[in-house]
């Protein structure tokens, strides 16, 4: 099992950066695919990023393609998502979860096991 700690998020204009963390607990991390979705209000939680255990594999949603970047220590127990030319639209309360011995980062929600509680992230016009 493991427990996910997400933070990092904040208010940030259009056009600006941020970084959003997620610490695990744990020595099994490196057995887990890791993913980040999101969830704006009214909306349905989307796929924004994963990464394959050893991280050698990354996937994005289109939307995010060319401006969001996962990456992982395994070494720390961390996933990062680098978040540049934030638009309006990347709005959301943002999540990172865990795929136990996942093979490939997965792009829906029902192939993780672990979720973490969430940090907003706002982006102003």
């Known amino acids: 099992q493991v427990q996910l700690v997400e933070s990092g998020g904040g208010l940030v204009q259009a056009g600006g950066s941020l970084r959003v963390s997620c610490a695990a607990s744990?020595?099994?991390?490196?057995?887990?695919?890791m993913g980040w979705f999101r969830q704006a209000p009214g909306k349905e939680r989307e796929f924004v990023a994963g990464?394959?255990?050893?991280?050698?594999?990354?996937d994005y949603a289109d939307s995010v393609k060319g401006r969001f970047t996962i990456s992982r220590d395994n070494a720390k127990n961390t996933v990062d998502l680098q978040m540049n030319s934030l638009k309006p639209e990347d709005t959301a309360d943002y999540y990172c979860?865990?795929?136990?011995?996942?093979?490939?980062?997965?792009?829906?929600?029902?192939?993780?096991?672990?979720w973490g509680q969430g940090t907003q992230v706002t982006v102003s016009s």
């Open positions: 979860a865990g795929d136990y011995l996942g093979v490939v980062p997965g792009t829906t929600a029902e192939q993780y096991d672990y």
């Open positions: 744990g020595r099994t991390f490196s057995r887990y695919a």
């Open positions: 990464i394959s255990r050893g991280g050698g594999r990354t």
